[in-house]
């Protein structure tokens, strides 16, 4: 038996319960503030931005979880990101968790904080303690869907994955759209299991799942200063093929953040094969993601190869150029070092879909890896250029 | 006396003649040809893109100039790149040589080769051997202006620089607009001045200029595949003060390609102070350029400064928030790990203006670096979606 991706709420775990309002941090009364509240502290680890310019939450959230691995509630607000605003954010960020604490009546370390938003103001927290009150009034087992609502920002859409094997389940809600770049982004996502597991099984998997997902993907080049991945479990069920459901509702999590980059109209899915070593095709799919040229061309839908190949050759990875061998979609279009007489007109209409794969077989070794990015449209520079994020 | 910023053309340095011609490589009759040819061989020395993915013309130059370190013709055209074209574009490239070699009567070896334009398509060597025997008739000492006009893409202006002290002259011009990136770009720089060098002193003073000019530049990180700098030197004047000049013109020309980036309305300028090493200055403010959140922010007339923090925590360096002075313009935002109340509309006002200064002032140590971008605009998207360069 093997997991099944399913759309699955946070609140399908047994014992989870949630709720999402708008405390005002949004304008037009948006769902702006998150709660999720465990019966029973959970085991938990997370990873958060490797960014030098750490955001409050990002701070706060790590010493919680430092101190006893358990996490038995969850706050979020979007809007403000609470971010570059030294100590009086730190205070504001702990403020968040002892709200939260004296209502669950639990210790505030079992509170994991995150924000997301605008940088550099300071949060609103009359606004803040008013949302809290209101949510921890309306936790329940049906909220699960408004969550993933509650910490979008510039999202188009609210992003749910889960997996299912036998009674074991996985769920996961993330946010992203821009800074978004390998070394996560200003991405959150909150995965919880019922499956037991092991504090130091839990930070492996985890490492694992994240380094070939959110690691993997790119919106703008840009990572964030609040970007955090949180996993806890509850630990009711056993399945020893854990890593598999996580991989897929990481990687599942991670793609929906791709595709609705900022301005986005199309996933862009790069594919290195036969690398000489596993970082050496991360690094080389991870570049051709991030090039403001190869996105642009295939929002226009150009198939201009020659970006592809222009944007492989900067990483510090040399190659042979008579090895590789580069698709557009199922098309050969550069191999041998020469340019192929391919039929332009049906690689124009395969980059007219929403979804492009680009595949790079360099035959220098055999790894691989897959990368995940958008296209760059007038939309995200109007988004980042007029709207404050 | 100190050296003297002057437009200078190519044909102003005695002994070189100029000729730029239209010979049907690009559209509307524009100029797309350039021939220089020099009286004598002079010395000379180039720096080339460190992309994997070299041009033929980049393979062919380097060849040609180790084999004498002398140039005595230079070819350039616009519009086709000869780049990703395996063993036929080498061919085409050293064709490019013989037929301007035979003409002027001199090895092949003597002629320096350049291509900038559409990258991936075979070079139409009929329209060049044309071009060039069209050149060749009409080489003259006043057209030093239309060859910065030749060699440009989507440039929307010529690009010449040069300076002068007493009968010292250097002249320079160049061409960038897109993939221009740190370790220099779609860009080509020609510079010759009159002044004696020796042949390692010649390299030892181009590497330094192209160390604090056009590998401080970046319009959308896309680096190039055909990337030339070259500077000859005729060699009938002494001065020990060419560094400088050439420094001058130099930074003047990469200025004019960050300010003329695709789709671009302001220069920006990026100053790191006080780091701890001068590597870690430039790769800080680098970080700013590159950042399309930055760019976008900075099109918008936004003082959105968290991204300016975002963009170098970024970087492998880490700093203390606590000692940053953060300034946009004269006006300082960031400070002592706090924003600070300043007037935020004056902020706005100094960004409509179409050149942006931001100082970033690490107090870790004593080096500096300055690092030159430009905004970005839905125009770039435009240019390279939906027109191919």
């Known amino acids: 038996m093997s997991w099944k991706t399913e759309k ?33 502290p959970a085991k938990a680890t997370a990873m958060f931005t490797r960014n ?36 009086r954010g730190i205070k504001d960020a702990e403020f968040m968790a002892e709200e939260v604490a004296k209502r669950v009546g639990i210790e505030k370390e079992l509170v994991f904080v995150a924000s997301t938003g605008k940088i550099g103001a300071y949060l609103e927290k009359e606004k803040i303690a008013y ?20 910490i979008m920002t510039t999202d188009t859409f609210p992003k749910i994955s889960g997996a299912k094997r036998g009674d074991a389940v996985i769920s996961g809600v993330a946010k992203g759209a821009g800074m978004i770049h390998p070394n996560m ?4 996502a909150f995965i919880g299991t019922n499956v037991k597991l092991g504090s130091e099984e839990l930070k492996r998997v985890l490492k694992k799942s994240v380094d070939k997902s959110f690691h993997q993907i790119s919106v703008d080049g840009c990572s964030s200063t609040n970007d955090t991945v949180l996993l806890f479990s509850t630990g009711e069920v056993l399945d020893k093929t854990f890593q598999k459901g996580l991989d897929m509702v990481a990687q599942d999590l991670a793609k929906m953040i791709a595709r609705d980059g900022e301005g986005a109209k199309k996933l862009i899915e790069v594919i290195v094969e036969k690398a000489r070593s596993l970082k050496e095709a991360k690094v080389i799919a991870r570049s051709v993601v991030v090039s403001n040229l190869v996105k642009a061309a295939i ?12 944007s492989i050759g900067q990483t510090e990875y040399s190659f042979d150029l008579n090895k590789i061998e580069l698709y557009i979609g199922d098309h050969l279009v550069f191999a041998k070092n020469e340019p192929l007489g391919y039929n332009s007109q049906e690689v124009k209409n395969y980059l007219k879909g929403n979804e492009v794969r680009i595949r790079i077989i360099l035959n ?18 109007k988004i980042n250029a007029y709207y404050r994020t």
Chains 1, 2 share one sequence.
Do not use: F
């Open 299 to 310: 929002a226009g839908g150009d198939d201009n190869w020659g970006r592809v190949l222009a």
């Open 131 to 150: 949302g809290i009150e209101l949510a921890y009034k309306n936790l329940s087992e049906n909220s699960g869907e408004s969550i993933a609502e509650a």
């Open 185 to 188: 982004a200003t991405m959150l």
């Open 8 to 40: 699955l709420y946070l609140t399908n775990i047994k014992g989870v319960k949630a709720a999402a309002v708008s405390c005002g941090l949004k304008e037009d009364n948006k769902l702006d503030l998150a709660l999720i509240v465990l019966d029973k």
């Open 364 to 381: 220098e070794g055999r790894y691989s890896a897959i990368s995940w990015g958008c296209d760059l449209t007038e939309e995200y520079v």
């Open 52 to 87: 030098t310019v750490k955001a409050a939450p990002v701070i706060v959230s790590k010493k919680h979880l430092e101190k006893y691995g358990l996490v038995q509630a969850i706050i979020i607000n979007s809007g403000q990101a609470n971010a570059c605003t030294g100590g």
